[in-house]
């Protein structure tokens, strides 16, 4: 893998990751550091989000930039904020398996993280829509508890509200099936429907009444499941491992 350092990026290249972020503002911006023949130089990308507090790279900058030279280096930018990764910043990094370069704008500090094995807890991290959200959970919880990888979808923001119906068309692909109306058992999954037209939410069922999952604008937590959260649940799935 890759590695650079602080002693590594030359000061023109921190320079032209600045600028590119300056003149993103007030969107974060995003780029890559590639070496060519023996340099590094920075290479801008567009960011295909939608909002302001987070990228995605264009996949087809990315496939140029690789076409051009070696990748070594995420960058993005925090608008004005500290460079200091956040926690979807180092869940990230881990997947990419690459180090990033954060660089702050307007005052312009930066820092470089790099990967090393982080993994962030199945409670209390914070929300962040594609990288720590309710579906991630899911992924991780599965990985962690039960020993399952769990394949991962692309979903844009507000999918439910774009004709997008996630959990209902990719749960079978995941390996479930539905269960529902029969008794709940431990590492169920529960998907819910929240202000939607189709189910957008969904929990791990832990047994005994408690149900994990991870609400937008909210840190992953457990909570009662009778009740509300009953209330909501359109479907009931369990990975057919554990039937």
């Not at 200091?84 to 910043?89: Q, T």
Request: charged fraction near 20%.
């Amino acid at each position: 893998m890759p590695s650079i350092g602080l002693s590594d990026l030359p000061r023109s290249l921190v320079d032209a990751a600045l600028v590119h972020a300056c003149a993103a503002l007030p969107r974060e911006s995003c780029g890559l550091v590639i070496r060519v023949a023996g340099e590094l130089v920075y290479r801008p990308c567009r960011n295909l989000a939608e909002g302001h507090a987070h990228f995605h790279l264009s996949p087809e900058d990315f496939a140029q930039a690789e076409a051009e030279g070696e990748v070594v280096a995420v960058v993005h930018s925090h608008p004005n904020a500290s460079p200091e990764p956040s926690e979807a910043d180092r869940v990230m990094c881990e997947r990419w398996g690459l180090p990033w370069l954060i660089v702050n704008v307007p005052v312009g500090h930066w820092r470089v993280l790099c990967p090393t094995g982080y993994t962030s807890s199945l409670l209390g991290r914070p929300f962040s829509h594609g990288v720590l959200d309710c579906f991630s959970l899911i992924r991780d919880y599965f990985a962690e508890v039960v020993g399952l990888e769990l394949p991962d979808f692309e979903r844009p923001d507000d999918w439910w509200l774009k004709g997008g119906n996630l959990y209902l068309e990719g749960y079978e692909r995941a390996g479930f099936v539905d269960v529902t109306g029969t008794p709940l058992r431990e590492h169920d999954v529960l998907l819910m429907q929240l202000r939607a037209p189709v189910p957008n939410h969904a929990g791990v069922y832990l047994g005994a009444d408690v149900v994990l999952h991870h609400l937008q604008n909210s840190l992953s937590k457990r909570e009662t499941y009778s009740g509300f959260w009953a209330r909501v649940t359109r479907k009931v799935v369990r990975h057919r491992s554990l039937c």
